[in-house]
């Protein structure tokens, strides 16, 4: 197995139905990752010792979730020099989300978490993905191959309206595409 580039944390094992989106997604992109359970409030200590490690044992991105009072994205970014990436999670003592969403953005001055929307691990994943590719050729293409499968996606859903005899604005009279990152 190779080493984990990216972790996958979150507060409680209650988190993993959302976080395993995170997972999923980085497999898609063929990172290592490692998934663990560390939670700001209940093992304090646990989380100094993963986050004050997380650099030298080889990781470069961290993706941490935690609903409620989601203090587990800052107080990691306040102990690594990794880029921290924050979920939000709707669980099941969250305020709808909100709660969770405005304790991981409202970070102070020299501190900083990339937070996604509520939920959304998957985007996590791919923002991780994306700074990861800054330095692997290889993952930047996996990367555009992704995002032209999006807008390639948005094409067939065109089609089906059309299908469905709904007339469609002539938009595509030249060659440029939406996203066409892939190298010919
Ligand atoms: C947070 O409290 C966790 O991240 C989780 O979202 C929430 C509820 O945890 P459990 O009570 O389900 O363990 O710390």
């Known amino acids: 197995m190779s080493e984990p580039k990216v972790a996958i944390v979150m507060g409680s094992k209650s988190d993993l139905s959302v976080m395993q989106g995170a997972a999923e997604m980085l497999e898609t992109f063929q990172i290592p990752f490692e998934v663990t359970v560390v939670s700001a ?6 989380m100094v010792r993963f986050a004050q490690s997380a650099e030298k044992r080889g990781l470069k ?8 009072a989601a203090h587990l994205p800052g107080m990691v970014a306040s102990l690594t020099p990794l880029p921290v990436i924050g979920v939000p999670v709707k669980s099941s ?9 405005l ?8 501190v900083p978490v990339a937070s996604v929307a509520v939920n959304a691990s ?3 994943a791919i923002l991780a993905a994306q700074i990861l590719a800054t ?3 290889e993952l930047s293409s996996r990367l555009k191959r992704y995002k032209d499968s999006l807008s390639e ?4 859903q065109i089609d089906e309206l059309r299908r469905a005899g709904y007339e469609q604005p002539d938009l595509d009279k030249d060659s440029t ?8």
């Open 93 to 101: 003592n969250s305020l709808d989300g909100w709660d969770s969403l």
């Open 177 to 184: 595409r939406d996203f066409a990152g892939t190298e010919s």
């Open 41 to 46: 409030h209940r093992t304090p200590l646990r």
């Open 135 to 137: 330095s692997d050729p």
């Open 103 to 110: 304790s991981i953005v409202q970070m102070p001055n020299g």
């Open 153 to 156: 996606k948005v094409v067939g």
């Open 122 to 124: 998957k985007n996590a």
């Open 61 to 68: 991105a961290i993706i941490a979730g935690a609903g409620g």
